[in-house]
Structures are given as structure tokens and as C-alpha cells.
């Protein structure tokens, strides 16, 4: 039992150390999903309304899957300052190609692995193929056969996307060009994005089952996915979920995360928060949409440390940290007047980035009932779960996979 217990503490603290703090708190979520319900049409609020308790205790369901399931942290964040300065408008919008030029790609032939191409490589030395290596076009092409590499990695990459690496079976046939590569059996994908974050990638995945379970009329998806999006979209209004310095751990910030995303609104948004938004609106661009979010919230990282380093210096050090029951476990928190200072230097930074978080979803969620034809949700009953829709194409949808030329 001894031992048992030790493990468990062990894990936790792993966890403590591994996972990104939770956006927006479980209090934070839950009321984002609430407030979106009554920004919804007449036509669709209903719906919502009666599934009310569920959208809201659901909403915290992919924080709670972060602990369990492989791969949930990454779709939580993406790090755009990891890939530049201009990464808001330069990164793919499509994960496949994404991780194409992101990645090392090996050739497995026997017991042989041989390094084709590593994009995070610079001399060309260290490549046994390049000149035919064309990320987003015809790739790895023979006499035999062409496989398209980014179309295939755009497909797995969103159903298996809490995957890091891949093996691709591939036959090439007689290699007259490059023989040293001839009777090579699979290639072998290592990917070097995916661990930056896919927020808005993995958003778009959620779109699709959403709409996909909307033209089902299944129920129990519809919740859940409904749940869930309300989640993601909560956290691509976060800026520090757009940031490797996501808990100001490079900048001797440590416990911003939480305290600009848990303890403000927790404090705050009951008493002085607005949340009279306005009505939810169709998104004929439900790609731009994400991107622009999180493009936004990007936009907030530089004041939302700097304002608290500031803060911090001047602000008397006594009064910054205060300590309170919480579940019978006394916990150091950051003193309310500590924080209103805070929220008051940062133009109320929070509560606008709240506000836009739920006038957004409710638009998600009107917009992915619009693009499954505003089905009869009277009609609706319990079903059993169909397969994701990962990488499945819904006809005539905005989603359609196609080949980039």
C-alpha cells in the first residue's frame, strides 16, 4: 500500500511538472461555455439550453484527458513564437504540410534506416536525397509508382495526431535514379512540429465531427463535441497558450499561466465582469476564424509579462501573496488587491479576452449547425458513436482534402 501511495504521489508531481496549466481554470471554461449558450439564435438556443448542465460540466473534459490520453496536451497551445516573428501568417494552415516541412523523414530498407531529408538540418551533406524531395508536390516518385507525401501526412497526421511518428509502407520499385534506395520498404517520419502545439489544427478536427454528428443527428456527439470546442476555443483566447513562455518560466515569471487565466476571472468575473455580448454570427471561414484568434491573442503575450514583471517590483512584496482554505488545504494565492492592480494595468485584458471567447463559440457552434443543413434537432435521439471523421471528407464541405500543387 506504502508503495502504491508513493507511486501515485510520484505521478502526480510528474504531471505537476509535465502538462501546461489549464486554461482559463475549471471555473473560467465552465463559464464560457454557459454565457455562449445565450448568444445563440432563437432558431438554435433551445437546443442548448436544455443540454445547458452538460455543456457546462463538459467543458473541462480535455483538460481532464491531458492526464490520460497521448497527445491531448499539444491541442491545447501552439508556440508561434517558436516558429518566428511572423509565424501568424507564415505556418501552414494544413498539418500535414506543417509537419512535412517540419520533420526528418528516414527510408527503412532491411535493417537499414537512411536519413532522406531533416528539415532542422542546414548542410546538404548530411542528406542522401534531396533534389526530388518536394514537400508539397509529387515526393518520393518511381517508375513504378508516386505517393504524395503531405496528403498522406495531412490525413494521418489528423487522425493519428497524438502520434509523433510514423511508418509509411511504400513500394518503390525499380530506383534507376537513386539506386542505393532500391527495395526500400517503408519510410519512417519523424515529426518535429506537433510537440509546439496544433491548437488551431486540432480545432478544425473538432469542427468536422461536430458537423459530422450535427448531419448524423447524433446526440450524444453533438454534445460532446459541442463541449469540447467550447474548450479549445476557450484556450486559442489565451495568449499565453501562444507562447513557449507559457508560465513565464523564461523570464523568472513562474505561475503568470494561473494567475492571469484562474485567479482574475475566479476573483472578478462575477462581480465586475460584462457579459451582455451580442448575438453569434454564421463564419463562412472557420480556418481564417481560428487563426485570427489566435493571431490576437498573440498580440497580448509582451504586455501581459511585462505589465506583471512591472508590477511586481513596484507593488508592495508583503501584499502581493496571501494564503486561503481551499478544500481544507491551505494554498498561496495572489492577494486580491494584488490582482485587481494587475487586472486594472492590463486594460482588463481578461475579461475582453473572456468576452471574445464566448461571442466566438456561440458563432461556432450556430455555424457548424448552418454547415450540416440546420438539421431538426426535435428529431434528434441517442445514437451509438460513429467513427471520427478525422480524415474523412464531408461532401461539398469547406474541408475537402485536396493535393497542394
Not at 551533406?125 to 508536390?137: G, I, M, P, R, S
Request: with cysteine.
Amino acid at each position: 500500500m506504502r508503495t502504491l501511495i508513493g507511486i501515485g504521489i510520484l505521478v502526480l508531481i510528474s504531471y505537476s511538472f509535465t502538462f501546461r496549466d489549464e486554461a482559463w481554470g475549471f471555473y473560467g471554461h465552465r463559464l464560457i461555455n454557459k454565457n455562449a449558450i445565450f448568444t445563440l439564435p432563437d432558431e438554435l438556443r433551445p437546443f442548448y439550453k436544455s443540454h445547458l448542465d452538460y455543456i457546462v460540466e463538459h467543458a473541462v473534459d480535455p483538460d481532464k484527458r491531458r492526464y490520460a490520453v497521448r497527445g491531448e496536451a499539444i491541442r491545447h497551445y501552439i508556440d508561434l513564437d517558436h516558429w518566428g516573428v511572423d509565424a501568424g501568417q507564415n505556418l501552414p494552415r494544413n498539418l500535414g504540410d506543417a509537419i512535412c516541412r517540419n520533420a526528418a523523414f528516414y527510408y527503412i530498407r532491411a535493417k537499414d534506416t537512411i536519413l532522406i531529408f531533416d528539415t532542422n538540418q542546414i548542410s546538404e551533406k548530411e542528406y542522401v536525397y534531396t533534389q526530388n524531395l518536394q514537400l508539397n508536390t509529387t515526393v518520393f516518385k518511381s517508375s513504378v509508382n508516386s505517393f504524395r507525401l503531405s496528403r498522406w501526412v495531412n490525413q494521418t497526421a489528423i487522425k493519428e495526431y497524438d502520434q509523433n511518428q510514423w511508418l509509411v509502407d511504400i513500394t518503390l520499385g525499380d530506383s534507376t535514379i537513386f539506386p542505393q534506395l532500391a527495395n526500400a520498404q517503408s519510410i519512417w517520419i519523424d515529426d518535429k512540429f506537433s510537440n509546439h502545439g496544433i491548437l488551431p489544427y486540432n480545432f478544425e478536427r473538432v469542427y468536422r465531427n461536430l458537423v459530422a454528428a450535427w448531419q448524423n443527428k447524433n446526440l450524444d456527439l453533438v454534445l460532446r463535441y459541442s463541449a469540447d470546442i467550447g474548450h479549445y476555443i476557450g484556450d486559442a483566447h489565451v495568449p499565453l497558450h501562444t507562447t513557449k513562455n507559457y508560465n513565464g518560466q523564461l523570464t523568472n515569471q513562474v505561475g503568470i499561466h494561473a494567475f492571469w487565466e484562474s485567479r482574475v476571472p475566479e476573483l472578478f468575473a462575477e462581480k465586475e465582469f460584462d457579459f451582455i455580448i451580442g448575438a453569434a454570427q454564421y463564419l463562412p471561414d472557420i480556418r481564417s476564424h481560428i487563426w485570427e484568434v489566435i493571431q490576437s491573442s498573440h498580440h497580448y503575450v509582451d504586455s501581459t509579462l511585462k505589465i506583471e514583471r512591472e508590477l511586481s517590483v513596484s507593488f508592495p512584496a508583503d501584499q502581493q501573496y496571501c494564503y486561503e482554505d481551499r478544500l481544507g488545504v491551505t494554498t498561496k494565492l495572489a492577494c486580491e488587491k494584488y490582482t485587481k492592480a494587475y487586472h486594472t494595468k492590463i486594460d482588463n485584458q481578461v475579461e475582453k479576452r473572456m468576452r471574445a471567447s464566448i461571442i466566438s463559440l456561440g458563432s461556432v457552434w450556430l455555424s457548424a449547425w448552418v454547415d450540416a443543413g440546420q438539421p431538426d434537432y426535435k428529431e434528434m435521439i441517442k445514437k451509438p458513436d460513429i467513427v471520427s471523421v478525422d480524415s474523412t471528407v464531408i461532401p461539398g464541405s469547406r474541408f475537402e482534402i485536396r493535393d497542394h500543387e
